[in-house]
T-cell receptor, first 115, second 112 residues
Framework: DAGVIQSPRHEVTEMGQEVTLRCKPI?????LFWYRQTMMRGLELLIY????????DSGMPEDRFSAKMPNASFSTLKIQPSEPRDSAVYFC?????????????FGDGTRLSIL | GDSVTQMEGPVTLSEEAFLTINCTYT??????LFWYVQYPGEGLQLLLK?????DKGSNKGFEATYRKETTSFHLEKGSVQVSDSAVYFC???????????FGSGTRLSIRP
């Protein structure tokens, strides 16, 4: 089975530019999560969706961040305008609610560097 | 609120040494407990899990037992290998519909 697929794997851009990160969850999974990982803060949950609907976006840092899930097989995380402090590794994860304790499956992440 | 506390790293061991990484949790209910592993440049992978008290999760020679009385889920391996070098995260969740609460991670380095 294909796992969670994220693109791009690496992104380097200048501050002020728009950045779009993409995620394809595992087929059949009905939950999708976006995380950010930094040395200072560790893993932070930014937002998660259930059946394409945002459930909790309380972790989104500020209005410059937005996330969408137009269908069950695709989600985007957008930063506009980007700032150097947004540099981090961004992970997407998906899961299924079919049984208790089903773990989240993570993609390999997008390493974002804002210059 | 719920939280996970794990031992600070980095932890450096020689190959074939015994490994313990401590993890304790605070929970308002009865969560499932996990250990995830992150190899360099990769995402987090589930290493093992336990869904109720006294369950033992095991995988690749690693073990952890869900201890409700001590609210702990310590990770152990009898003989580590260089390939075990990674960052290990202890975590809890109530369901796949819930947020996962992660510990801060413990970096493990194994010397040949």
């Amino acid at each position: 089975d294909a796992g969670v697929i994220q693109s791009p794997r690496h992104e380097v851009t200048e501050m002020g530019q728009e950045v779009t990160l993409r995620c394809k969850p595992i087929s059949g999974h009905d939950y999708l999560f976006w995380y950010r990982q930094t040395m200072m803060r560790g893993l932070e949950l930014l937002i998660y969706f259930n059946n394409n609907v945002p459930i909790d976006d309380s972790g989104m840092p500020e209005d410059r961040f937005s996330a969408k899930m137009p269908n069950a097989s695709f989600s985007t995380l957008k930063i506009q305008p980007s700032e150097p402090r947004d540099s981090a590794v961004y992970f997407c994860a998906s899961s299924s609610n079919r049984d208790r304790g089903q773990p989240q499956h993570f993609g390999d992440g997008t390493r974002l560097s804002i210059l | 609120g719920d939280s996970v506390t794990q031992m600070e790293g980095p932890v450096t061991l020689s190959e074939e040494a015994f490994l313990t990484i401590n993890c304790t949790y605070t929970a308002t209910g009865y969560p499932s407990l996990f250990w995830y592993v992150q190899y360099p440049g990769e995402g987090l992978q589930l290493l093992l899990k336990a869904t109720k008290a006294d369950d033992k999760g095991s995988n690749k020679g690693f073990e952890a037992t869900y201890r409700k009385e001590t609210t702990s889920f310590h990770l152990e391996k009898g003989s580590v290998q260089v390939s075990d070098s990674a960052v290990y995260f202890c975590a809890l969740t109530y369901s796949s519909a819930s947020k996962i609460i992660f510990g801060s991670g413990t970096r493990l380095s194994i010397r040949p």
